[in-house]
């Protein structure tokens, strides 16, 4: 049976890589649940960009490293896509900021997750970002 894709925020991101966050347990079972199943999760370059950047800050650096490597490897074993924001898909999440305009809080890189979200045609998003069901795009957050 076919799993469902689902797109990976910076929020799960985080939270695998702290045992200690609330989180991490729902987070870790939805990982479990597809594990050995190719590309069921997508993220972006621009989702890891910010990942890199807050973890780095905040988990010992030996720590971030492996972690980061291990989301390389789960990518190169076919388990996880990286989707690139390309120069069409950063104009479309430009054209979405400047329509947000009511909504200046969220990130250009939530807006590029958008327009990658939409063109793959991913609905689920693992987050748990309010921004991702507030831009009326139809996305949900799980879990």
Wanted: hydrophobic residues 50%; aromatic residues 12%; without cysteine.
């Amino acid at each position: 049976m076919a799993v469902e894709r689902l797109f990976v925020d910076t929020w799960a991101w985080l939270v695998l890589a702290n045992d200690r966050d609330p989180a991490f347990g729902s987070v870790s079972r939805m990982r479990a649940s597809v594990a050995g199943q190719a590309a069921a999760w997508v993220t972006t370059d621009h989702v890891l960009d910010e990942t890199m950047t807050r973890l780095f800050a905040l988990a010992p650096f030996a720590q971030a490293r492996r972690f980061m490597e291990g989301i390389f490897e789960a990518s190169r074993g076919g388990l996880l896509d990286i989707e690139h924001v390309t120069p069409e898909r950063f104009s479309r999440a430009w054209r979405l900021r400047l329509r947000f305009h009511d909504k200046p809080r969220i990130s250009f890189t939530d807006l590029t997750s958008f327009v990658v979200m939409r063109e793959l045609g991913l609905r689920n998003a693992l987050t748990a970002d309010a921004h991702f069901e507030q831009v009326g795009m139809g996305f949900l957050r799980v879990p």
